[in-house]
């Protein structure tokens, strides 16, 4: 389908089940993960077995890829590999097994034999809240420190483990440009498309996050959790999931639970010091917030703007999902002098590379 169109035109619109799990899995292979999408087009073999599974996605309220459907069952199974319950997954994982055929009957078989030990993997949408798209995120704080200044207090909405709340400890190459913490476990370099960013430098003297339900990866459990939302055939992925968690046991990011509309307004009241820039970020999770929700950030964004000033300014970066391209655009607002939104990249959606605009 292409360029994230369906015949429906947007993909997220998308209501036919069948045909949201095909596109999920040419996304994955349009993303460099066929071992990713063969498992995922075995969900159409699976919603042929007689399991509650198969129940649950054929009767699914919501539109399946806006809610991630696949990928929320996809990581339970990828969990039933990584926790040694089903190892014949690994063959699939590893790209040993390819032909279709055989990978539906392993993955149906494992889903009439774990099915109600999978059921609660669609209660949640993925958690991942990827490091790699820190690039994007600190690329953007380093085109506002040339308009702003270099010093920024940030809060994170959807921060699932609060990965991306210690990019203050990661260290950076963004086409060329170094930033941040030498020697870290976290080194986030992509590769880079076009101009590199501009090498201001970037004072991040605060990070806090929130999610409705924060992982916590000192928990061996919730950190296999988070491990199992990773597609398999991204092993760097892995390596970067690695080294957040020795980040997290050296000191643990600032993350509380708390609805996402009430952590933004309760973060713009309070004191900011003088020439430091308040930014509100996020990443591939504004989608999964009710309309309502997203509706209250933007008035409540758009109303402390009103009144920032150049002493005092605001700014809001996102990496999120193009609705209608399904491609993952960073954008900027800032106040005062840039209420219009303007897009300053393209991404992968988990960091493998970025396509600087700005």
């Known amino acids: 389908m292409g360029e994230g169109r369906s015949k ?23 993303a460099g993960a066929p071992c990713t999408a063969r498992m995922v087009r075995a969900l159409l073999a699976v919603m042929e077995t007689d399991t509650t599974v198969a129940l649950r996605m054929t009767n699914w309220h919501g539109l399946s890829l806006q809610d991630a459907m696949p990928l929320r069952i996809a990581g339970g199974f990828h969990w039933l590999y990584l926790t040694g319950e089903e190892l014949r997954l690994g063959d699939v994982y590893q790209g040993l097994i390819t032909d279709q055929g055989q990978v539906d009957a392993i993955v149906s078989e494992a889903a009439q034999t774990f099915d109600h030990v999978l059921l609660p993997w669609f209660d949640t949408p993925p958690q991942t809240n990827e490091a790699g798209r820190s690039a994007s995120i600190m690329a953007a704080l380093m085109w506002l420190s040339g308009r702003l200044g270099p010093k920024f207090q940030l809060f994170e909405i959807g921060a699932s483990a609060g990965i991306n709340t210690m990019m203050d ?23 880079w498309r076009g101009d590199a960013p501009p090498a201001n430098p970037v004072d991040i003297e605060s990070i806090a996050g929130c999610d409705l339900v924060p992982m916590d990866l000192s928990d061996p459990a919730q950190a296999l959790r988070l491990k199992s939302y990773v597609w398999p055939d991204a092993t760097e992925r892995m390596v970067r999931m690695d080294a957040a968690i020795a980040l997290a046991s050296e000191r643990a990011p600032d993350l509380v639970q708390q609805d996402a509309g009430v952590f933004v307004a309760e973060q713009l009241a309070k004191p900011q ?44 970066i996102s990496l999120e999902t193009n609705r209608a391209t399904f491609r993952h655009e960073c954008k900027v607002r800032y106040w005062p002098g840039g209420d219009e939104e303007v897009i300053l990249a393209e991404a992968h959606p988990h960091g493998a590379w970025v396509e600087w605009l700005g």
């Open 273 to 316: 010091p003088e020439g430091v820039t308040r930014v509100l970020f996020h990443s591939i999770m504004w989608q999964y917030m009710p309309q309502e929700t997203r509706d209250g950030i933007t008035q409540a964004m758009e109303l402390a703007g009103g009144v920032a000033s150049t002493d005092k300014p605001l700014a809001w």
């Open 169 to 191: 400890r990661f260290a950076f190459d963004l086409g060329g440009v170094k930033m941040g913490r030498a020697g870290s476990p976290m080194l986030i370099q992509p590769e």
């Open 8 to 30: 429906h035109g947007n993909v997220m619109d998308i209501a036919n089940l069948e045909e949201a799990i095909a596109w999920q899995a040419d996304h994955a292979d349009g």
